[in-house]
Structures are given as C-alpha cells and as structure tokens.
C-alpha cells in the first residue's frame, strides 16, 4: 500500500507545471519570420545579381574606431583643400595613402611612440576605405604601403617596437597583497565602502578566469558625433533607394540584442550546495558563463568557469558573489536572507546538488554596479573607467613599483594555467583561436620561469626563488606608498636646477600657448616633457651606501589594522590573520561573520581623509605635543564642523579635522548630522531643489 505523497511536494510539483506551461506558451508567441514567395525569391536573386558588395556588420568598438581615423582623413583633406573627403578616399591611390600616414606621424610627433600604434591606424583607414569605396584596397598597394611603413616613417620618427616595456604578469602572492590593501589598510574614500567588496570580486574573477574587463563590467566606449552621422546618413540613403526591395528590408533588419547592460548579469552566474564526494560536506561552489567574447555581441564564445571555496576566505569569491547577492536580495527562496541560511543548506534526497536560484526579476541586473552618491544603482552596471582606476591607484599605494591593468591579472591566469593544463583548455580558457597561437605571441610571460643555469651544470634547481623572479611581486616595497613623504617635506625641498632649466626651456618653446599639437617646436617640447618627467620621478636609493658605512636598516614591522569602520576592521581581521589550527565548524562560523560583514559595509561609508588624520597624528609625536583640553579651539575654523567639534565620542583629531573648504564641510554636514537630527526629531527633510543646509 503506498503512502499519500507529502503536501510540500504537491505544491513543488504544481509550482513546476505552471512554470513549465508559461515558457511553453511563451515560446509559442514567439514571431517567426514568414518564408519569401516564389516571385520574392525571384526579385531577391535579380536584385542581387547587380549588388557587387554588401557591408560589413561591424561592431560599435570598430566604428568607434574608424571614426578616428576618418577626422585625421578629413583633416589630411582640408589641408589638401580638396572639399569632397569621400571622393578623395573612393579615388585614393597608393602615393596618397603614403603621403597621408607620412602626415599623421607629423601631427602626432612625440605622442606615437610605438609602430604598433601607426600599423593600427593602417588596418582602421582598409576599413574605413572599405565601408565607403565599397571594396578592398589592392592588396599590392597595402605591401608598399607596410614597406613604405618600415622603411621611412619608422627611422625618421624613431618609433620603437611595440611591447619593449615588458609584460608584467600577477602571481597569488600579488593578489595576497592587493585583497589585504583593500580590506585592510587602504585609506582611499569610496562613495560607500562596498565598492571595496565589489573591487575585490573584480580582482578574484579577473585572475581566476583571464577575462577581459568587457565581460565583467561595463566598457562600451561613447559613440563619436561622426560615427553617429554616418550612420544617420547611411541608414536615411538605405530606406531612400528602393525602399520597397526584398533586399533593402533584409539589411534593415536589427539583429536582437541581449536586452541587458554589457557587464556580468545575475543570468551569468548559477549559485549551487554541492555535496562533496569525499568528506560528504555541503559545500556552496558557482558556475560563471561567460559568453560575449571582448563584451561584443557578435563574438559569442560560450566558457562556463567553475568556482569553490577558497582555503583562505581572502581568495574566496564564492564567499564575496554570496554577500553580493544578499545584499542585492537576488535569491528567489525566502528564506535566503543571509550567509546562515545560505551556508547551512543542506543538500537532500539521492541528487548531488541543488540550485539557488535567482529572483526572475534579477537574471538581467548587473552584479557589479556603479553608485550615485551613496546610492547604488539598481541597472547600471560599474564602469571599466572605475574599475581601472582604482586598480591604478590601489596597485601604487600598495607599494607595487608599477601600476596594475586588467591585462595583467590575465597574463597571470594565462601562465598559471600554462603547463598545468593542456594547450586546447588554456586555449578555451582565454577564448584563443589555437591556430594562431595567441598565448606565445601575446602573454607566454617574458620572464623565463625555469633555472636554466643550474639545470645545464646539473646542479640542484632553485625553483622557488625563480617563480619571485617572474611576478610583479619581485619589485614590490609595502613602506613605498603614496604620501609616504609628507607634505611639509615637499615644500620645504629646494627645486631642482636641471628640471628648473628643462621648464625655461621649455616654457621658451611653446611661447606661453597651452596646447602644443599642430606647432613646429612639438617634438622638442614633447622630448623635454618627457625628460622632466623622468627626473621627477627618480628616486635616490640610499639603502646600499647605508650599508657600505655600516649602518643599521631599520626593522619592518606589518602595520597594525587601524580603521574607524567597526565592520571593515573586524572584516579585515578575520581574512588576514584567520587562525591556521581552527576545526571545520569554527571556520565555518568565521566564513558565516565574514559574508556578513561584507553585506553590513555597503551600508557604511567614510567621511573623513583616515591618512590626513594619521599623518596629523604622527606629526604630533614628532613635535612632541600632548593631547589636551585646551587642543580644541574656543573659535572655530570656517572649515571645522561645530557637530563634530563638540561629539566627545570622537577622537581629538576627528574633533578638530578641517576639511578643504565650506562645501565639502556642508556636504558632511547633510549627510550625517542634518539626516542624524531628522531621524532623531521625526520631521521631515527640506526638498533636493532647495539647495543644501548651511552651517552659519
């Protein structure tokens, strides 16, 4: 005799059905294009028996693109005085084209530095010529023009080979480095502090997956007024000339979009409890889908990136994609409200994992979005402007000698996975083409990780100490950060008169004109600029004279973790200095606290300059001073807030900050004491369009 089955399941069963017979329906609604008669197959083959060329399908980047070089065309055209552009470049013959690209290595005297830059503008002015002319340039005219190419422009305006500058190439131990910065002792101010949680995602996903940023964020650059017009022009001649043709219509047609931001969707990312097939555990692990290759839509290349938890929860991003996701509220069950619920799922029954599935109204929300104040966005997706950024400053501050680029974060997955994987799945793994050998041309590392000395003498190989030979990481100093010289030093330091000599001259140059471009002292006014800021940004080593007199190097000692935000410290004690003899179930609490305290920062945000305030502090001790009562001031500086001046809570350096000017004191003022009084009293606020408080 069966038993009845369990209500829970009915329902689940139910739920099932439904949704199964909506996307059924769905799918049925579908339009599907009506197949051409028999006379319209006709007029369609005599149409195109006159048509010689149809136009590429170019993607925004390459219009982008060839827009730049068309405003050098048209400038090259009004210096010729010839008033047509589009005719001059339909009738273009191999003598002008030389002379042309003669002209914008003059125009760009100082700027272009590399070959690779000229040869780019060469394969963008074939496609420019091709959209116009509605052909191909002749191929034995492009031969002189590379020949042309090589033998005059590269020797007479000294271009260099492209790539001469190295690749660096990042390691875990740079990754290390970069997490622990940015939780723990960066004292930049974000418009809140989860954009530190987001940064650290984009840094975990970069070097764990070698994608370009374009999959990841948003990096779709502006449409250029000419590129609009062009296809404004273009677009009104198509439906002008016949616009009745089979053909005509069958170009007009959009290709469908993704009808999403170009950035990493919720869609993207399938969250699961996998129960682990050795230890029998439920573990939480993701898969990631990346499909538009370079962030295009005309590149799909699908490639599925598996996820789990990290031993260490810094290099976690199972953890920080979960604490994205809370914060969101994006999971679709309930009762998913935080990391417990989440962490303590349990996978049941004879399967071996189970889904967390997204809310629906969240497949197509990025994760990782750009903020307006404090406010995070809800559908724009954060900007590779962002993202390169402060990886720019972050990589610096850090005390890494050079400042990082995505590119680098995937040139170190490309040679991690190089010789631990087969070439096909690196190959798919950095969405290469394998017969044209991309990673040896492009991202096989420069540095050759392999103790080729000892191996010839056979002798014993010193491999450890030749993978710090390969990374970016050899060269790294944590105590060279950015204001680690303070400011009073700068100003009291006697100007420099080679560089005082290099600006006369150069100042004599330009003739008191701001811009340069165009005039005939630019490449000596480029030389000296570029000679004054290599003096600036020399740097006297003393540490091997400090030796040779035998003086004592000063011990290093890692900075304690000293941040105002109770969240963020805590957060940051827990992912630097986890305990290395703590059971599973302790780990486990830990990584549960961790994902929250990720979720609880993206509600806080800084208000105060944290390295202003520590270097106040510092010059304190050096003078010798003591915190007192009479420290605060009876009159007030016009730059204090007088809220904070008298909140004993606070320190005596946050008491007495001053802040740049009047209107960053006000902004201060609005958005913690006025909301704080508002909040406390219950009335309302004033209206945006009534301007901001003042503090009279």
């Known amino acids: 005799m069966t038993s009845a089955p369990a209500t829970g399941n009915l329902e689940l069963d139910v739920d099932f059905i439904k949704q199964f017979t909506q996307q059924e329906a769905q799918d049925r609604q579908k339009q599907r294009p009506v197949p051409l008669s028999a006379d319209e197959h006709d007029a ?33 055209c009004e210096e010729q005085q010839w008033d ?13 084209t030389m002379t042309f690209f003669f002209r914008v290595c003059e125009w760009s005297a100082g700027a272009i530095k590399s070959w690779g830059t000229t040869q780019v503008y060469i394969r963008q002015f074939q496609q420019l010529y091709t959209c116009v002319a509605g052909s191909y340039l002749d191929r034995n005219d492009m031969k002189e023009l590379y020949k042309f190419h090589h033998r005059v422009l590269i020797p007479r305006f000294e271009l260099r080979a492209p790539n001469t500058n190295g690749k660096p190439v990042l390691a875990a131990d740079s990754l290390h480095a970069i997490l622990m910065f940015n939780i723990a002792y960066d004292v930049g101010i974000f418009r809140s502090e989860g954009q530190r949680i987001q940064l650290a995602c984009c840094y975990q996903l970069l070097c764990y997956t070698g994608a370009r940023p374009a999959e990841i964020v948003h990096a779709e650059r502006r449409e250029s007024m000419d590129e609009k017009d062009a296809a404004h022009n273009d677009s009104n001649s198509m439906a002008q000339d016949q616009c009745s ?74 953890s920080t994609v979960i604490a994205l996701a809370l914060r969101d509220q994006a999971f679709d069950a309930p009762s998913l409200t935080n990391a417990t619920a989440v962490l303590r799922t349990r996978v049941q029954g004879p399967v071996q994992s189970i889904a967390l599935r997204w809310k629906q109204s969240m497949l197509k929300t990025p994760l990782f979005r750009k903020y307006h104040d404090a406010e995070l966005s809800m559908d724009e997706a954060m900007t590779y402007s962002k993202l390169r950024d402060d990886m720019h400053r972050q990589s610096l501050d850090a005390g890494f000698e050079k400042a990082w680029t995505p590119r680098f974060a995937r040139r170190g997955a490309a040679n991690a996975a ?35 000395q000892n191996t010839f003498l056979e002798e014993k190989t010193e491999q450890q100490l030749y993978k710090v030979f390969a990374h970016v990481s050899l060269t790294r100093d944590p105590r060279a950060t950015k204001d680690m010289v303070p400011q009073e030093v700068w100003d009291h330091l006697p100007d420099d008169p080679q560089i005082l000599e290099l600006e006369q001259q150069r100042q004599a140059l330009k003739g008191g004109q701001h811009r340069v471009q165009g ?78 305290l990720m979720v609880g920062l993206f509600g806080k945000r800084e208000t105060r300059r944290q390295n202003r305030l520590r270097r106040g502090r510092q010059s304190q001790l050096h003078t010798g001073q003591q915190p007192g009562a009479n420290i605060i001031p009876t009159i007030l500086d ?54 901001q408080a003042k503090i009279s």
């Open 418 to 452: 190089n010789g631990n994987a087969a070439d096909s799945v690196r190959d798919q793994m950095m969405r290469h083409d394998p017969k044209f050998a991309t990673f040896h041309g492009a991202y096989l590392n420069e540095n050759v990780n392999f103790d080729l």
């Open 84 to 96: 047509d552009w589009r005719a001059a470049l339909k009738s273009v013959t191999r003598q002008t």
């Open 638 to 691: 016009r730059n204090q807030c007088p809220d904070c001046v008298g909140d004993e809570r606070l320190t005596i350096q946050e008491r007495t900050f001053k802040y740049c000017r009047p209107t960053v004191r006000n902004d201060h003022f609005d958005d913690q004491h006025l909301k704080e009084h508002y909040a406390e009293t219950g009335e309302e606020g004033p209206a945006e369009e009534d301007g």
């Open 245 to 318: 043709s089979p053909l005509t219509k069958l170009l007009l047609q959009e290709t469908v979009g993704r009808g999403r931001p170009k950035a990493l969707c919720y869609e993207d990312i399938h969250m699961m409890i996998v129960r682990h097939p050795a230890t029998g555990r439920a573990i939480p692990a993701m898969a990631i889908k990346f499909i538009h290759h370079k962030g295009a839509d005309n590149k799909p290349k699908p490639t599925v990136f598996f996820f789990t938890p990290a031993k260490k929860l810094i290099f976690c991003a199972v």
């Open 44 to 76: 369609l083959r005599k149409e195109l028996e006159t048509v010689r060329f149809i136009q590429p399908k170019l993607a925004d980047e390459s219009k982008i693109n060839i827009s730049v070089v068309c405003r050098k065309w048209k400038r090259y």
């Open 519 to 596: 005039m005939p002292q630019e490449p000596e006014i480029r030389q000296l600029t570029e000679m004054i800021r290599t003096k600036q940004d020399q740097r006297q080593k003393k540490d091997i004279e400090r030796q040779a007199r035998g003086d004592e190097d000063e011990e290093y000692t890692e900075p304690a973790i000293d941040l105002s935000i109770p969240e963020r410290a805590r957060l940051a004690q827990i992912l630097c200095h986890r305990p290395s003899n703590c059971t599973y179930d302790d780990f486990t609490e830990l990584w549960i606290e961790a994902i929250d």
